[in-house]
């Protein structure tokens, strides 16, 4: 049963010229003939998206007066809008997108028939809607033909909220309104918003039913009971990691982990085209073709070949793909229980080692720190790596209290007996602007070898700070970086940046009250 402004919503649309569940190429054409964007020599569609081309994280919104009010973490992530705001900007929207043409997308957020939503994106411009096609579950002609749509997301890049008149900080706004099913993402162009919108959405509806929502990527060995989690920000190496030859990719950013197992929430890969390089990733590289949108990426106006190493307009590249276009990807995203579980972050600080083995104290403590470095370009403003604190590594994404997905995974990795391991993909040698990122190489052999339980019974000393064991040794790897106080050319300055990075933890986790013992055994010792 529809809501009223739902019912409003489907009289628009009725008025619109409305071009429904197109196919790729469809969207592809539309967009050419409107000038939205250009092929590339690899048949991807390039755009650019203005001014914003990351996140805009001060400008999300819940409504106040709403019955879920209790259940949202209010704050400087989840902030209040009133019901006079909302209703006044879903108004002028709709006054907005009257007698334009619209494209409308019908799909699913969930691999999962179980426990899927079914959602209906409505945009106003062809290639955000080629993107909620490649993002989202796509469903079959059968299942269109008795689709019913649960959520409504509407996208209006190009209207712009009034801060006074609508309750919004700027002109971008991303408004929920549970109680109507409804979300507005308007102001800016950037896709990822959309996509980050749903997630939120999907966070707040999956716990609810005892499901764990994760902000991770997902792959598989040749067995069904051979599955890894890859948690980690944007930047850190969720989908890099993730796409591995030797492994089959559920997905690469969103999963949902129920008493079945886990399971893709997108039907789609949103990769960070940054330096991209056909052998470090060829998998990306090569799902870079006719279906595939490029966002901000510089493309040679003679040749239409884009150039991956330019940051002309943001390093926040990006490319949008469905997920069929690696090879021997897991369709539908489904599989079992994870066995192993790998925190990524992004030391700014030069501290962390490549690996570390985390007990199951260790792993709340870090899941709930959630320490990372904030990467240029994924949110405005950030113009080199940032140290940041964000909860079940998704703060951003997060309506509910921290507690409520911590809990949920430490009963997860409790009941499977999963092995969690915190990985840095970020600075060695000394801080950002002295020393220099691990080898990519380096850490998929240290991720390899905890996939084959190579590491298992290694030698392992314990870091005096944090507490953890790392390896003295892995196959493929130097030794020499295992130890991060060795990398650097004068140990002492490690010393006082690890009890600097330490201090920050304790300071950091103040906000948790009432936590465990336990797990505040897991604080590092300074």
Same mark, same amino acid.
């Given at each position: 049963?529809?809501?009223?402004?739902?019912?409003?919503?489907?009289?628009?649309?009725?008025?619109?010229?409305?071009?429904?569940?197109?196919?790729?190429?469809?969207?592809?054409?539309?967009?050419?003939?409107?000038?939205?964007?250009?092929?590339?020599?690899?048949?991807?569609?390039?755009?650019?998206?203005?001014?914003?081309?990351?996140?805009?994280?001060?400008?999300?919104?819940?409504?106040?007066?709403?019955?879920?009010?209790?259940?949202?973490?209010?704050?400087?992530?989840?902030?209040?809008?009133?019901?006079?705001?909302?209703?006044? *900007? #879903?108004?002028?929207?709709?006054?907005?997108?009257?007698?334009?043409?619209?494209?409308?997308?019908?799909?699913?957020?969930?691999?999962?028939?179980?426990?899927?939503?079914?959602?209906?994106?409505?945009?106003? *411009?062809?290639?955000?809607?080629?993107?909620?096609?490649?993002?989202?579950?796509?469903?079959?002609?059968?299942?269109?033909?008795?689709?019913?749509?649960?959520?409504?997301?509407?996208?209006?890049?190009?209207?712009?909220?009034?801060?006074?008149?609508?309750?919004?900080?700027?002109?971008?706004?991303?408004?929920?309104?549970?109680?109507?099913?409804?979300?507005?993402?308007?102001?800016?162009?950037?896709?990822?918003?959309? +996509?980050?919108?749903? #997630?939120?959405?999907?966070?707040?509806?999956?716990?609810?039913?005892?499901?764990?929502?994760?902000?991770?990527?997902?792959? %598989?060995?040749?067995?069904?009971?051979?599955?890894? *989690?890859?948690?980690?920000?944007?930047?850190?190496?969720?989908?890099?990691?993730?796409?591995?030859?030797?492994?089959?990719?559920?997905?690469?950013?969103?999963?949902?982990?129920?008493?079945?197992?886990?399971?893709?929430?997108?039907?789609?890969?949103?990769?960070?085209?940054?330096?991209?390089?056909?052998?470090?990733?060829?998998?990306?590289?090569?799902?870079?073709? =006719?279906?595939?949108?490029?966002?901000?990426?510089?493309?040679?106006?003679?040749?239409?070949?884009?150039?991956?190493?330019?940051?002309?307009?943001?390093?926040?590249?990006?490319?949008?793909?469905?997920?069929?276009?690696?090879?021997?990807? %897991?369709? !539908?995203?489904?599989?079992?229980?994870?066995?192993?579980?790998? #925190?990524?972050?992004?030391?700014? =600080?030069?501290?962390?080692?490549?690996?570390?083995?985390?007990?199951?104290?260790?792993?709340?403590?870090?899941?709930?720190?959630?320490?990372?470095?904030?990467?240029?370009?994924?949110?405005?403003?950030?113009?080199?790596?940032?140290?940041?604190?964000?909860?079940?590594?998704?703060?951003?994404?997060? !309506?509910?209290?921290?507690?409520?997905?911590?809990?949920?995974?430490?009963?997860?990795?409790? +009941?499977?007996?999963?092995?969690?391991? *915190?990985?840095?993909?970020?600075?060695?040698?000394?801080?950002?602007?002295?020393?220099?990122? =691990?080898?990519?190489?380096?850490?998929?052999?240290?991720? +390899?070898?905890?996939?084959?339980?190579?590491?298992?019974?290694?030698?392992?000393?314990?870091?005096?700070?944090?507490?953890?064991?790392?390896?003295?040794?892995?196959?493929?790897?130097?030794?020499?970086?295992?130890?991060?106080?060795?990398?650097?050319?004068?140990?002492?300055?490690?010393?006082?940046?690890?009890?600097?990075?330490?201090?920050?933890? +304790?300071?950091?986790?103040?906000?948790?009250?009432?936590?465990?013992?336990?797990?505040?055994?897991?604080?590092?010792?300074?």
């Amino acid at each position: 049963m529809h809501s009223t402004k739902q019912t409003n919503l489907l009289k628009l649309i009725g008025k619109c010229r409305a071009n429904c569940n197109c196919h790729a190429p469809q969207l592809i054409e539309f967009s050419l003939s409107h000038g939205e964007g250009s092929l590339t020599s690899t048949g991807a569609l390039s755009v650019t998206t203005g001014k914003y081309t990351g996140r805009s994280p001060n400008d999300k919104f819940f409504l106040r007066e709403s019955k879920y009010s209790q259940d949202i973490n209010w704050g400087d992530i989840n902030q209040a809008m009133r019901k006079e705001h909302f209703d006044q *900007l #879903f108004d002028d929207v709709l006054n907005y997108l009257d007698g334009k043409e619209l494209y409308i997308f019908d799909g699913y957020a969930g691999a999962d028939p179980n426990y899927r939503l079914n959602l209906r994106v409505i945009n106003e *411009l062809a290639w955000q809607n080629l993107f909620a096609h490649q993002l989202l579950v796509r469903p079959t002609d059968n299942e269109l033909s008795t689709f019913s749509c649960d959520y409504h997301i509407i996208c209006v890049p190009e209207f712009k909220a009034e801060p006074q008149k609508h309750g919004t900080n700027s002109e971008a706004v991303i408004a929920v309104n549970l109680d109507e099913k409804i979300i507005i993402v308007g102001g800016t162009s950037y896709a990822g918003e959309i +996509k980050k919108a749903i #997630f939120t959405l999907i966070n707040f509806v999956l716990p609810k039913s005892n499901i764990l929502s994760m902000h991770c990527s997902a792959n %598989v060995g040749r067995t069904n009971d051979d599955v890894a *989690l890859f948690f980690g920000l944007s930047g850190t190496g969720k989908t890099t990691l993730s796409a591995d030859p030797d492994r089959r990719l559920i997905g690469d950013d969103e999963h949902g982990w129920s008493q079945d197992g886990i399971f893709n929430i997108e039907g789609g890969c949103y990769a960070k085209c940054i330096g991209l390089d056909p052998d470090d990733e060829p998998q990306i590289w090569n799902a870079i073709r =006719f279906g595939s949108v490029l966002e901000n990426v510089i493309v040679d106006e003679t040749t239409r070949e884009p150039d991956f190493s330019a940051n002309d307009l943001t390093e926040n590249t990006r490319s949008a793909y469905p997920i069929e276009y690696i090879p021997d990807s %897991v369709i !539908p995203g489904t599989a079992g229980h994870p066995g192993n579980i790998f #925190f990524l972050t992004a030391d700014a =600080f030069g501290v962390l080692p490549p690996l570390a083995k985390l007990n199951n104290e260790q792993a709340m403590y870090h899941f709930l720190s959630g320490y990372t470095s904030k990467l240029a370009g994924t949110e405005r403003g950030i113009k080199e790596p940032e140290a940041t604190f964000s909860e079940c590594f998704g703060a951003p994404f997060l !309506p509910l209290p921290p507690l409520v997905y911590a809990n949920m995974l430490g009963e997860r990795i409790n +009941k499977h007996q999963s092995k969690v391991y *915190l990985i840095n993909t970020g600075w060695t040698g000394g801080p950002y602007g002295v020393g220099h990122r =691990f080898k990519l190489a380096h850490t998929r052999a240290l991720i +390899k070898a905890a996939l084959q339980g190579q590491l298992d019974d290694i030698p392992c000393r314990k870091d005096p700070i944090f507490g953890f064991d790392v390896p003295l040794m892995c196959p493929g790897v130097p030794e020499s970086i295992l130890t991060p106080r060795q990398t650097w050319q004068n140990p002492d300055d490690y010393d006082k940046q690890a009890r600097r990075l330490a201090l920050s933890f +304790k300071e950091n986790f103040k906000k948790f009250h009432k936590m465990s013992a336990n797990i505040l055994t897991a604080s590092p010792a300074v």
